[in-house]
């Protein structure tokens, strides 16, 4: 499994540009899905091709939440490929250029080894891909709290890793059991985090790549 942070709010590189907003490509089992599009088309591309990543590759794209930070570059992506499948919460309306929009806002398999925590609070969901090592949790904003999210998820397996947005969270404890943590986006608590697991913590940031 490979996950490549598009869109984030900090980069190492000056050839990536930063903003307010998340995105990732997951390349697994043969599988390339775009987790959430950031707040601009024009940002997400450039960064996708100075990443060396074809938008016409990919065929699915998995959206969290429907914030503006999560959906702005959506019309943008779907303008150049629209052979793609879109699960998406059923309040996202106004998609076009689409193959196929399937919204699942419960609990489900998307696919073999990809799953969705559902809408959780009504707000968002997280996406959960099975390996050998455990689940790698990947979240937007983590609006129902990580905590919330990891319950959820264990119903498909044992969580493993979890990248991606967790806003406020503070509850550093439940860290504990996971091997790997890549805090981005609205994440308050980088430093306290990097401090309390070193071992388990990656830096994100545009152009990370996390390989599992």
């Known amino acids: 499994m490979k996950i490549t942070i598009i869109y984030d709010n900090e980069t190492s590189n000056e050839t990536l540009k930063p ?4 995105s990732c490509l997951i390349e697994a089992y043969g599988r390339k899905i775009l987790f959430d599009t950031g707040g601009s088309g024009a940002i997400l591309l450039k960064n996708m091709d ?3 990543i074809d938008p016409h590759s990919i065929r699915e794209v998995f959206i969290s939440h429907i914030h503006f930070d ?3 570059g959506l019309s943008a992506f779907l303008d150049i490929n629209d052979k793609v499948t879109l699960y998406a919460p059923s309040s996202l309306r106004g998609v076009f250029h689409v193959k196929e929009i399937i919204y699942e806002d419960k609990s ?6 990809f799953y969705t ?3 959780l609070d009504d707000m968002e969901q997280s996406m959960a891909i099975e390996t050998e090592k455990g689940l790698v949790v990947i979240v937007g904003c983590s609006h129902p709290g990580v905590g919330n999210i990891l319950k959820a998820v264990t119903q498909f397996g044992e969580p493993y890793a979890l990248i991606g947005g967790l806003h406020g969270f503070e509850e550093f404890e439940l860290i504990k059991e996971l091997q790997l943590v890549c805090p981005t986006h609205c994440t308050q608590h980088i430093p306290e985090i990097k401090s309390s697991y070193p071992d ?4 994100g940031g545009v152009g990370t ?4």
């Open 19 to 22: 903003d307010w907003g998340f």
């Open 50 to 52: 100075t990443l060396g």
């Open 70 to 72: 999560h959906t702005g």
């Open 108 to 113: 489900a398999e998307l696919n073999e080894h």
């Open 117 to 119: 925590t559902g809408l």
């Open 200 to 203: 388990k913590y990656i830096q």
């Open 209 to 212: 790549i996390i390989e599992i």
